[in-house]
C-alpha cells in the first residue's frame, strides 16, 4: 500500500505532488511527507496525519520551490505511524532522498550490516535501510545513482515501488519497481515526467504513460529519453508508452459528499457500462473476446477455482451460484491468502478465475502464480485497467466500472457480478445447459437491472430514516439465503468497515445453530426476503427473530404484504430473476452503512487502518 508521486520538469513540483497525494490517499492516510529539491539542498516535511496535515506544516516548515520533488503518502508496516517514520527518508550522507511503497522482507539483515558499517538509522522503518543500501553500493562501486539503485535492489527481497533522487543530480529521478505499481507519466518532448502509483496524479497533464513491469528500473532525466533496465541483469528494456483513456471528472467527487456515494449512484451506469458491447440483447449474443478466444479452455474445464480477497471474494462467492446454476461447472471460491499457502490439488484442466478490483492485490497475484505454475488457465476480472493481475492473467475481462476511490468497494462489486453473470451466460449456451428462451429471458433481465438499480437509489431517504434508529447499536447481524448470502457477508462488511460496529453475515437458515443466541432487542437484524429466494423459509426466520425480541430491516420486492406485518422496517426493490437478485439487494445495504457511517462521522472514504489496494501480505 502506500502512495507515491514523483515529479521532474519545468513547473512548481510542491502542487503537483500534494494534489497527487490527496488523489492517492485512498492507498493509505496514516502520515504523509514531500522532499523537494530547491537549488541543491533537500526541503524535507513530513508528518503523521492525512495530506491535508502535511500541507499546513509544509507552507510554515520549508521553502515550497523546485521543479523537482517526490511525495509520499503511507499505510504504515514497519514502524507506527509518527513523523520519523514517515517518509521520504535520506541517507546518512544527506544526499539521497526515497520514497517507498512496499516491504523489504530481508531489511533487518541488511541494517545489522549496515550498522556494522558505520550507518546509523533514525526510523524504525525498512524504507531507511533501503536508502543507506543505495548509498552504501553507491560510494563504495563509485557508481551513478540508477546503476547504485540497481545493484543494490540485487541485495534486498520484497516488495517496492521506489523514487529516489541524489541533491547532486537537479534533473534526475530513478523509479523501480516489483510488486507495487508504478506508472511514469511522460510529457510533451520529455520536457516534464510524473511518477505515481497509478495514472491519477498526472492525468490533466499528459495521457501518455509507462507502466514499469516488474524487476524494472526506470532513470528519469528532465529533456532526456526515459532508460528502462532490468533490475536482475541489466539488460535494456524498450519503454512502452501507452496512451489512457482515463479523464479528471472520472477521479473527482462530482458534487457528492463522498467517493463512496458518487460510486454508489454511478452504478446504474457502471453495470450499462460493463455489458455494452458485450451482451447483443436482439441479436441473443454475448462477445467477449478473453472467453470467446479460450473457450475451449472453459469448456473442457474440470471445474473452475475463483480466489479473490474480501469484497472481490464476495463477488466470487455469488458467481459460484450463478456459474453452477446456469452453466452446470462445478465451481470452487477460495480466500487467496488460503489458497496460496495450503497446498492446493490444481491440475491442467482447472481453469482459475482471480477477481481484484484493483488488480494489484498482493495475495490474489500470489493465487495466480500458484495456479499458473500447476498449469492451470488463469482468467483475470480486474477493474484498473493495465493492473497488474490484469496483465498476469492468461487472459481477462475488464469491469469497466471507471475509478473507485472510495476504498469502501460498491460499484465494483455490482460490476464483477455482471461480468461473470455475462461469463456463466455464455457457457451455459455453449454447452447446451440453457434452452434457448431461458437464455434470452435472462439476457432481456440484465438489460433491465440498470433502470431497477436506479429505482433502488430512490430509497436514499427512506434509507437514511432507518439509519438513525439504529445508527447506535453496538452490534448488526446480515442474513440472506442462496444467491443472497453473499450479499449478506457483503453487507456486513460494507458496515464494519466504514463504520466501526461488530457486524456478522450468516445464511439465514444457519442462524439457529448458533447466532441466535445473540438475539435480543438491542440486535438489528438485516435479512434479504425477496420473493424468488425461498420466500417462506426466510419468512420463518423472521419469525424466529421477531419472538427473541430482534429488530427486523428486511430487503423485500416491491408491494410484499407478509413480511411487513413482521419487520420493523421495510426496503422494497424491484422483482428480477433470482440470480440477478445480488444486483439489486446489495443497493440498500451499501447506502445503509453509508449513511451509519457518516451519523457516527466516520471517515468514509478513508476507513481507520484500510487502504484500497493491498499490495502487501
Ligand atoms: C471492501 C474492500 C476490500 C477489497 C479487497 C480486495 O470494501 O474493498 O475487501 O475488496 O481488499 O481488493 P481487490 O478487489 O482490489 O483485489
Given at each position: 500500500m502506500c502512495g507515491i508521486v514523483g515529479y521532474v520538469g519545468f513547473r512548481e513540483a510542491y502542487p503537483i505532488i500534494i494534489k497527487g497525494l490527496k488523489r492517492l490517499e485512498y492507498r493509505g492516510y496514516d502520515s504523509s511527507g514531500i522532499a523537494l529539491l530547491d537549488n541543491g539542498s533537500i526541503k524535507l516535511s513530513k508528518t503523521k496525519g492525512k495530506v491535508v496535515d502535511l500541507e499546513n506544516r509544509a507552507k510554515d516548515e520549508i521553502?515550497?520551490?523546485?521543479t523537482l520533488g517526490i511525495g509520499h503518502t503511507r499505510w504504515a508496516t514497519?514502524?507506527?505511524?509518527n513523523d520519523v517514520n514517515s517518509h521520504p527518508h535520506i541517507s546518512n550522507s544527506g544526499d539521497l532522498v526515497i520514497i517507498h511503497n512496499g516491504i523489504?522482507?530481508?531489511?533487518a539483515p541488511l541494517k545489522k550490516e549496515l550498522i556494522n558499517r558505520g550507518y546509523t538509522f533514525v526510523?524504525?522503518?525498512d524504507t531507511e535501510v533501503l536508502i543507506n543500501l543505495i548509498e552504501d553500493v553507491k560510494k563504495n562501486d563509485g557508481l551513478k545513482l540508477g546503476k547504485a539503485v540497481r545493484v543494490a535492489l540485487t541485495q534486498v527481497v520484497g516488495a517496492y515501488a521506489i523514487a529516489v533522487f541524489d541533491?547532486?543530480?537537479?534533473n534526475e529521478i530513478v523509479a523501480a519497481r516489483m510488486g507495487s505499481p508504478l506508472a511514469i507519466g511522460v510529457g510533451e518532448d520529455d520536457k516534464e515526467f510524473f511518477i505515481a502509483s497509478d495514472a491519477s496524479p498526472f492525468i490533466e497533464y499528459t495521457n501518455n504513460a509507462i507502466y514499469l513491469e516488474d524487476e524494472e528500473i526506470a532513470v528519469i532525466r528532465k529533456g532526456k529519453k526515459i532508460k528502462i533496465r532490468k533490475i536482475s541483469d541489466d539488460s535494456i528494456v524498450d519503454p512502452y508508452i501507452q496512451e489512457l483513456q482515463l479523464n479528471l471528472e472520472q477521479i473527482?467527487?462530482?458534487?457528492?459528499?463522498h467517493f463512496m456515494l458518487k460510486e454508489i449512484f454511478e452504478q446504474p451506469n457502471a453495470i450499462t457500462d460493463t455489458y455494452r458491447g458485450r451482451m447483443l440483447v436482439n441479436e441473443g449474443i454475448i462477445r467477449m473476446a478473453g472467453i470467446d478466444d479460450n473457450l475451449e479452455r472453459f469448456l473442457n474445464a474440470d471445474r473452475i477455482i475463483i480466489v479473490a480477497c474480501g469484497t472481490s471474494w464476495h463477488a466470487g462467492l455469488v458467481a459460484e451460484y450463478v456459474f453452477e446454476e446456469l452453466s452446470r461447472i462445478p465451481v470452487e471460491v477460495e480466500y487467496a491468502s488460503e489458497f496460496r499457502y495450503r497446498n492446493p490439488i490444481i491440475t491442467e484442466k482447472d481453469v482459475v478465475i482471480a477477481i481484484s478490483q484493483?488488480?494489484?492485490t498482493a495475495d490474489t497475484r500470489a493465487a495466480i502464480q500458484l495456479a499458473k505454475s500447476k498449469g492451470a488457465f488463469v482468467f483475470g476480472v480486474c477493474?484498473?485497467?493495465?493492473?497488474t493481475i490484469a496483465r498476469e492473467s492468461d487472459a481477462g475481462a475488464y469491469?469497466?466500472?471507471?475509478?473507485?476511490?472510495?476504498?469502501?468497494?460498491t460499484k465494483a462489486f455490482t460490476t464483477q457480478i455482471t461480468v461473470l453473470t455475462l461469463i456463466a451466460l455464455k457457457l451455459a449456451k455453449a454447452k447446451g445447459a440453457i434452452s434457448n428462451s431461458d437464455y434470452h429471458m435472462h439476457l432481456r433481465e440484465l438489460e433491465l437491472i440498470p433502470e431497477k438499480v436506479k429505482e433502488c437509489l430512490t430509497l436514499d431517504n427512506h434509507i437514511k430514516e432507518i439509519a438513525v434508529v439504529y445508527k447506535d447499536m453496538p452490534n448488526f447481524l446480515y442474513l440472506g439465503r442462496g444467491f443472497n448470502f453473499p450479499v449478506a457477508l457483503e453487507g456486513a462488511l460494507k458496515l464494519k468497515e466504514i463504520s466501526y460496529i461488530h457486524a456478522e453475515g450468516y445464511?439465514?437458515?444457519?442462524?439457529?445453530?448458533?447466532?441466535?443466541?445473540?438475539?435480543?432487542?438491542q440486535m438489528p437484524v438485516v435479512i434479504i426476503a425477496t420473493k424468488k429466494g425461498h420466500y417462506d423459509k426466510v419468512v420463518s426466520n423472521i419469525q424466529e427473530i421477531k419472538s427473541r425480541k430482534g429488530k427486523i430491516i428486511a430487503i423485500v420486492n416491491?408491494?410484499?404484504v407478509s413480511v411487513r406485518e413482521i419487520a420493523d422496517y421495510v426496503i422494497e426493490v424491484p422483482e428480477t430473476l433470482e440470480l440477478l437478485s445480488p444486483l439489486l439487494t446489495t443497493i440498500p445495504l451499501q447506502l445503509l452503512s453509508y449513511h451509519i457511517a457518516v451519523m457516527r462521522e466516520c471517515n468514509v472514504d478513508q476507513p481507520r487502518n484500510l487502504a484500497k489496494s493491498v499490495t502487501v501480505e
Open positions: 521553502s515550497l520551490n523546485g514497519h514502524g507506527e505511524p523489504i522482507e530481508n531489511y526510523s524504525d522503518t541533491k547532486n543530480k537537479p473527482e467527487k462530482d458534487g457528492y459528499d484493483s488488480g494489484e477493474n484498473v485497467v493495465g493492473s469491469t469497466h466500472a471507471g475509478p473507485e476511490i472510495g476504498v469502501a468497494s445464511p439465514a437458515a444457519e442462524m439457529k445453530h448458533g447466532p441466535i443466541a445473540l438475539i435480543d432487542e416491491n408491494g410484499d
